[in-house]
């Protein structure tokens, strides 16, 4: 049986002279070609040890190959049976002609001959039948392992003619017998074996095929697929050895599938029980049977790369040195959750056992099993394959339940995938579960079924198929294993949008390597052109990209392009002033893309839209960040949002929320006239393009609406008493002529200053707003000692009168305009958005 222990007293084949053998195994991906045999036989070449057993696997995509062409027979197609045969003998002999000498290469090809004569008579053996049974498949499977492990005999004999080295047919050693489990290793007849094919005091290099082996009746069999794994640890046990080494294509076990999670990383130690858990869940690097013989005789198991072999790998030992809680993360695509219901099973013995029983019966294999304790329900995952098998299985077992009420449902949901988090340090340590279910939450990914062995050496979740590389990336990086990654979509590279991207771009490593905080741009969009790239835009020459490489801008494929469904976390940030753009946070939100913004449009549109943006993003769990709205990047929208969830009641606001027009005033002493200092003004790009739009006053409206709404105020722009400082008859016209107009206005303006003037007064363009919701915007005259009379520059200032700051109000002040501090604030956006995601910030 699979498990049978290979014996404590095992007789291994050792002497103390040459001492302990080491087992070298190399997988199918370190023998693809001719380079790849040069570089195993480097690796061989360069062993210290005396005593070398290698095992070998098919060349890679031979075993596939050999399958199919069973598979093929069963169809009746012979001939295709035989071009493949023909171009598999092709690619192994001109391995061999480009290794070996011409005399070496023409009599492996003749014994190459003999074999695909052997294999065409099984094959049509088969097309009669139209049906090959287990005996012949594993029979003809297991050619790829005979072919390049006495290739890579002879070529190894070739390069050290003076070592011994002996090929050594694994089919006279292992014996096997298949049961419910897979192969059992009968070893009490493989360890006589193994003495009789390999002396007490044989030394060199033994080449010895994977895979094969021999069952009971003495027909060839296979140990399953990846199975040379196991003959390696099957030999190390026969052989004594002292290290079984597993040389791959990877540099060790990785904390996730490389093809999967791009971060993944190498993990130095494993224990047995985290390495079988680990392979058990589909980490394919190591096959979980492999480990039993090896753990029998605590033989570490080290795995390796042939293309870095300088690299020290992972070492799987009974009890390795401390590293992270969570080791690795696995998944098992395919799968698919199959579902019992029924108030009639509460309470009753024996439903579970009918349950498996049924599907045992019906030949299923069950991969996962999770009962709530209500006992409502049992669901266990197995093979989408065998899905609608289980189902009939279980409608067959439970039909007068069914039909009686007793059970109401079997439930069958296909297009499944099992995530599962390997550690055995997880069994002491609290919070692991939380972490990974907070990952999958914030990640949008919806948790079908969870289990959670007593063992605690790993927790598994079913989720949907399509969300697999995302959660796997999003569970990786939430235990530090990666950076947190960040998909960022950019619209609008304007004067706040490309200083932002200047201020990522000088960021973005220090982000990294302090906090592991992985900031990617992968999109940016102009009105016009948008840049996308897979990995993420260079930043130090956006520009240069986005006119050569950009293309026409859609913004529904700049949308998906950033939600990209393997990145766990996506966010746009719209550093426009467009309400078009504003317009579509909701969809955004809602398919969760998180969103950050100094754009005022979306939360001064109408109060439905800014609702509809509020219920989208509750729906979605996503984020949606608007601090740099109103103050450029002064804390404002979060004092209001501190002060009411602690429970203060703000009775009013106040203050100067316009850059623009707190500099037009504090320079507008009654010297220069109006026109002038606004003229002067826009050419030192402090106004907006067209001054208007500031002087107008609506600017500050929508700004004192933000407030408002965030108060809780269901206030409407036009609920705001807006007093505008364009005259009548500038409002319509173009931009030109109202700017040569404009003088026209500054003899009234140069009266308003004067008269505040004689009273001691300055002008200030003051927004007010109470808890009422009374909102204005008006011109006022303030007292020259009065707080707002005394501001800086461009700067902003807003009171806050509160129940707690009622006799002396919260101020909050300070630059509250310019690209710089604007593009500060949605920076700080959005590193608030990755700290409540896990980032360590
Ligand atoms: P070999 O031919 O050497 O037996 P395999 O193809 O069977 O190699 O297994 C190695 C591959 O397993 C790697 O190339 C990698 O893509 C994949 N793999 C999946 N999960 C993991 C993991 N957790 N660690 C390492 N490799 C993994
Ligand atoms: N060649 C066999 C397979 O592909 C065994 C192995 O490579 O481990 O399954
Ligand atoms: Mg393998």
Redesign the pocket.
Known sequence: MLNEAPAAAVRAVASPAAGAWVVHKF??SSLADAACFRRVAGIVAGLEEARVALVL??CRGV?DALINLVSAAERGNLDGCRTSLARLQARHEAIATELLGAAEARAYGEAFSADVADLERLLQAVSLLRAAGSDIRDRVAGF??LWSSRLFSVYLQACAPGQRVRWLDARDVVVVEWGPLGPGVQWPDSRERAARSVAADDAGVLVIP??VATDTRGLQTTLG?????FSASIFGALLGAREIVIWTDVSGVLSADPGQVPDARVIASLSYSEAMELAYFGAKVI?PQTMAPAVEQDIPIRIRSTFAPAEAGTTIVASPEAGELVKGITSIRDVALVNLEGAGMIGVPGTAHRLFGALHEAGISVILISQGSSEHSICCAVPSGQAALAERALRRAFSAELRDGQIQSVAVTGGCSIVAIVGDGMAQSHGIAGKLFQAFGQAGINVRAIAQGASQRNISAVIDDRDVSKALRAVHAAFYLSPHTLSIGLVGPGTIGSVLLDQLASQAGRLRREFNLDLRVRGIATSRRMLLAEQAIDLDRWREALERGGEPLDLDRFTAHVAAEHLPHRVMIDCTADAGVAARYAAWLRSGLHVATPNKKANSAALADFRRIQEAKRAAGTQYFYEATVGAGLPIILTVRDLRETGDRIRQIEGILSGTLAYLFNVFDGGAPFSEIVKDAKARGLTEPDPRDDLSGMDVARKLVILGREMGLPLELADVKVESLVPPQLRECGIDEFLERLPEHDAAMGALVEGARRDRQVLRYVARLTADGRATVALERLDAGHAFANIALTDNVVRFVTDRYCDNALVVQGPGAGPAVTAAGVFSDLLRLASGLGARI
Request: aromatic content about 6%; hydrophobic content about 15%; overall charge negative.
């Open positions: 997988g199918g696997s098919a075993t790829g392992e994977g895979f697929r990846n199975g040379s794994d096959h």
